[in-house]
């Protein structure tokens, strides 16, 4: 999860959004589906209104390349406002399929519009199934105007569910019994990126990251400026969850491959040793650059490690 704080950067407007949507061929219309679900009793449709987000405004369920609404949250004001804006909604759905493509949006379930002021937070992802098959992103709706911001923030959302869904981790192996990493749904299986990157970039640092863990932030900040060159960004250093996230945002915004051999930089090169990766990648490129054309902007792409939390850190607790 990334939060955010009332850091100046060079804003995008969203409302540019519309205009690469006109032009993209997966773009959908404005009119968004309307679930037959009975969600009268402010249930979310699934009978368990306790696990309702903080800040929740609509939910949608996923069904292929569309999004069906599920439940507009009772909601007051500018929620409100946000609440009635569907194009919008919309438009933050075509930028996650320009990022996520449909062998893993098969593995997304819900999709929440959200307002993030009151935890700070501009997107999640979350496992819907115990056995890590099913994912719900949210967007905050309520700081889009940034588009390279939003960008960066889906890129990173993704990254969670590349790293921690049920083809990476077995849920099914607790944490006395997992023999690899335990990222905290389950244990990363042997070949998983987050494995690799863990066993092969934090071993020797382990300990130290323990003790800063259960210290809490001053310590992480010792933690980091002592190993700064190991990290892409300061929130990498959260913990290896939050480390490959940000890695492979880096990776996929960044212009170049691995610059040095510094840790940071081999990480980034651990990417490019998964073709399926590299591939990957320039599918989200590529996408995104039909943006940048329509703009005739020459890059719509965040500078790598310029987002508003990138110098802070996340829960070290919580690896998504």
């Known amino acids: 999860m990334r939060k955010l704080k009332n850091v100046t950067l060079?804003?995008?407007?969203?409302?540019?959004?519309?205009?690469?949507?006109?032009?993209?061929?997966d773009s959908n219309n404005d009119t968004?589906?309307?679930?037959?679900?009975d969600t009268t009793n402010g249930t979310g449709g699934n009978g368990n209104s306790a696990t309702t987000e903080k800040g929740s405004i609509t939910l949608y369920r996923i069904e292929g390349d569309n999004i069906v609404k599920v439940e507009d949250y009772k909601v007051t004001g500018k929620d409100l406002e946000y609440q009635k804006d569907t194009q919008k909604h919309q438009e933050i759905w075509t930028l996650v399929k320009k990022v996520?493509?449909?062998?893993?949006?098969?593995?997304?379930?819900?999709?929440?519009i959200y307002n993030g002021t009151a935890d700070g937070t501009a997107g999640f992802v979350i496992e819907k199934n115990l056995d890590l098959t099913k994912w719900k992103m949210g967007i905050a709706i309520n700081d889009i105007s940034d588009k390279q911001e939003l960008i960066y923030t889906v890129i990173h959302e993704f990254g969670h569910i590349l790293t921690l869904n049920n083809?990476?981790?077995?849920a099914s192996i607790n944490e006395s019994s997992c023999t690899n990493y335990f990222t905290g749904e389950g244990c990363a299986k042997s070949n998983s990126y987050i494995y690799k990157l863990q066993s092969q970039f934090w071993g020797d640092i382990w300990s130290q990251?323990?003790?800063?863990?259960?210290?809490?932030?001053?310590?992480?900040?010792?933690?980091?400026?002592?190993?700064?060159?190991?990290?892409v960004t300061q929130y990498a250093a959260t913990n290896p969850g939050e480390d490959i996230a940000e890695v492979f945002a880096t990776f996929v915004t960044r212009n170049t491959g691995a610059n040095g051999n510094s840790i940071a930089e081999q990480k980034i090169q651990l990417m490019y040793n998964h073709p399926e990766l590299v591939t990957l990648r320039s599918y989200i490129r590529k996408n995104l650059g039909y943006t940048a054309r329509s703009l005739g902007a020459s890059s719509t792409l965040p500078t790598p490690?310029?987002?508003?939390?990138a110098n802070s850190f996340?829960?070290?607790?919580?690896?998504?």
């Open 10 to 25: 060079l804003a995008l407007s969203f409302a540019s959004l519309i205009a690469f949507n006109s032009c993209s061929e």
């Open 32 to 37: 968004v589906p309307q679930s037959t679900v």
């Open 100 to 112: 996520v493509p449909t062998e893993y949006r098969t593995k997304m379930t819900e999709f929440l």
């Open 167 to 170: 083809d990476q981790v077995d």
């Open 209 to 231: 990251f323990l003790t800063a863990q259960k210290v809490g932030e001053s310590e992480l900040q010792k933690f980091y400026t002592n190993n700064s060159t190991r990290f």
């Open 305 to 309: 490690g310029s987002w508003k939390k």
């Open 314 to 320: 996340g829960n070290p607790t919580k690896s998504h």
